[in-house]
Nanobody, 121 residues
Framework: QVQLVESGGGLVQAGGSLRLSCAAS????????MGWFRQAPGKEREFVAI????????KYADSVKGRFTISRDDAKNTVYLQMNSLKPEDTAVYYC??????????????WGQGTQVTVSS
């Protein structure tokens, strides 16, 4: 069982930055692919970024490529999402997820409760 707790969301002006953190419980964090997903009001949840165990493989959605950076610190059981050059369309609830399989899919085994990111224009 893995429990995930996100933090770091908030209100920021367009062009600003935020760093999201996701702290995971359990002793096998370093064996999981970790992902960030987001869901805007009235829209389906969408993939943002994923990182493989050890960090060798990373994938980003086209909409955030060049602006967001995913990273992980296995010693701290934490995955991060550094978000720069934020746009109003980045406004959403951001979710952290964990799975044994590296891939862009919605069926990750474990999910956090989400953290709100609001970007004002």
């Amino acid at each position: 069982q893995v429990q995930l707790v996100e933090s770091g969301g908030g209100l920021v002006q367009a062009g600003g930055s935020l760093r999201l953190s996701c702290a995971a419980s359990g002793r096998t964090f370093n064996t999981y692919t970790m992902g960030w997903f987001r869901q805007a009001p009235g829209k389906e949840r969408e993939f943002v970024a994923i990182i493989s165990p050890g960090g060798a493989l990373i994938k980003y959605a086209d909409s955030v490529k060049g602006r967001f950076t995913i990273s992980r610190d296995d010693a701290k059981n934490t995955v991060y999402l550094q978000m720069n050059s934020l746009k109003p369309e980045d406004t959403a609830v951001y979710y952290c997820a964990a799975d044994k399989v590296f891939g862009v899919h919605q069926t990750y085994d474990y999910w956090g409760q989400g953290t709100q990111v609001t970007v004002s224009s």
